[in-house]
T-cell receptor
Framework: DSGVTQTPKHLITATGQRVTLRCSPRSGDLSVYWYQQSLDQGLQFLIQYYNGEERAKGNILERFSAQQFPDLHSELNLSSLELGDSALYFC????????????FGSGTQLSVL | DAKTTQPNSMESNEEEPVHLPCNHSTISGTDYIHWYRQLPSQGPEYVIHGLTSNVNNRMASLAIAEDRKSSTLILHRATLRDAAVYYCIPNTGNQFYFGTGTSLTVIP
C-alpha cells in the first residue's frame, strides 16, 4: 500500500459527459502528479501541483483541468469526454515534488462508451 | 528531457540474475537516474535511483556507467513477482517522463 488513495476505482460514462477523479496523497506529501495510461500511448504525464499551486504541465488537454485543495487532496476534471479518453488515470505524490521518489495510487479506470 | 532507449522485452529464468539496460546518452549532469516498475494492473512503484555511484537497496542494484550515458538495473535473483514493465527515467527536478520501458517475463 503506497498510501496514495484514488477514487473511484472504476468509472463508466458516456461521450460528452464530465467526470471528476479524486486523489488523496500520502500523509505529509505536498506534491501531487497526474498521469494517464492508455494502451497506445503508455504512461503520459499530465500535470503536477505543489502545495496548491500548479508547478508543471505535460500533455494535458484543454478539456481537462485539475486543482489541489488546501487539505492537499487533488481532483482531475475531465469534460466533453470522448471515446479516446478511456484510460487508466494515476495519481502520485511526493514530499516536495523535486527529484525524489514518487508514490503512485492504484488508479482510476475510466471507460467512455 | 533526456531520451532513453530500453529493450522492449526481456526474459529471465526464475532465480537467475537479470540485467536490464538503459541508454540515456543525452542525460544532463544534474539528472538522477530513476527506475520504476509497473506490475500488471497496478500503479508504478519506485525501485531505485542514483546519480553517479552504483547504488544498492533491498530490491535491486543500479550500475551507472562512468560517462553516465547508460545504466543497468540488476535484479539479483528474479522471482515470478518481478514480472513487470521496468522504466528508466533520467530526471532533474519535478518532471518524470516514463518511456515505453522493458517488459520483463520471468520463466518458472
Amino acid at each position: 500500500d503506497s498510501g496514495v488513495t484514488q477514487t473511484p476505482k472504476h468509472l463508466i460514462t458516456a461521450t460528452g459527459q464530465r467526470v471528476t477523479l479524486r486523489c488523496s496523497p500520502r500523509s505529509g506529501d505536498l506534491s501531487v502528479y497526474w498521469y494517464q495510461q492508455s494502451l497506445d500511448q503508455g504512461l503520459q504525464f499530465l500535470i503536477q501541483y505543489y502545495n496548491g499551486e500548479e508547478r508543471a504541465k505535460g500533455n494535458i488537454l484543454e478539456r481537462f483541468s485539475a486543482q489541489q485543495f488546501p487539505d492537499l487532496h487533488s481532483e482531475l476534471n475531465l469534460s466533453s469526454l470522448e471515446l479516446g479518453d478511456s484510460a487508466l488515470y494515476f495519481c502520485a505524490s511526493s514530499p516536495t515534488g523535486w527529484s525524489e521518489k514518487l508514490f503512485f495510487g492504484s488508479g482510476t479506470q475510466l471507460s467512455v462508451l | 528531457d533526456a531520451k532513453t532507449t530500453q529493450p522492449n522485452s526481456m526474459e529471465s529464468n526464475e532465480e537467475e540474475p537479470v540485467h536490464l539496460p538503459c541508454n540515456h546518452s543525452t542525460i544532463s549532469g544534474t539528472d538522477y537516474i530513476h527506475w520504476y516498475r509497473q506490475l500488471p494492473s497496478q500503479g508504478p512503484e519506485y525501485v531505485i535511483h542514483g546519480l553517479t555511484s552504483n547504488v544498492n537497496n533491498r530490491m535491486a542494484s543500479l550500475a551507472i556507467a562512468e560517462d553516465r550515458k547508460s545504466s543497468t538495473l540488476i535484479l539479483h535473483r528474479a522471482t515470478l513477482r518481478d514480472a513487470a514493465v521496468y522504466y528508466c527515467i533520467p530526471n532533474t527536478g519535478n518532471q518524470f517522463y516514463f518511456g515505453t520501458g522493458t517488459s520483463l517475463t520471468v520463466i518458472p
